[in-house]
């Protein structure tokens, strides 16, 4: 079992920088993979970022790419998610999964299993 516990979320004003920070608990965190994930009112959970086991490797979702940076310390069983020159439209509620299934991508929400309660991030125009 696995706990996850998402912070860092709040209002910001577009243009501006957010750092959310994931802390686990539970397992072996630094034997996975861990992903966060966004949800926006009235639509679908989507990727936003991965990262190895061990932070050598990391994916993003296009519209991200160049504006958030995802990193891991795994001494401190924590992920974290640095977003700068934020939009509106990253307005959501951020999640953080471990990734447990080599099958799925890592952009595939049904590669993770145990999901944290989520932050809510708020971007201002």
């Known amino acids: 079992q696995v706990q996850l516990v998402e912070s860092g979320g709040g209002l910001v004003q577009a243009g501006g920088s957010l750092r959310l920070s994931c802390v686990a608990s539970?397992?072996?965190?630094?034997?996975?993979?861990m992903g966060w994930f966004r949800q926006a009112p009235g639509k679908e959970r989507e990727f936003v970022a991965a990262?190895?086991?061990?932070?050598?490797?990391?994916y993003y979702e296009d519209s991200v790419k160049g504006r958030f940076t995802i990193s891991r310390d795994n001494a401190k069983n924590t992920v974290y998610l640095q977003m700068n020159s934020l939009k509106p439209e990253d307005t959501a509620v951020y999640y953080c999964a471990v990734y447990t299934r080599g099958s799925s991508r890592y952009e595939e929400s049904a590669g993770y299993d145990y999901w944290g309660q989520g932050t809510q991030v708020t971007v201002s125009s």
């Open positions: 990262i190895s086991w061990n932070g050598g490797s990391t």
């Open positions: 539970g397992r072996t965190f630094s034997s996975y993979a």
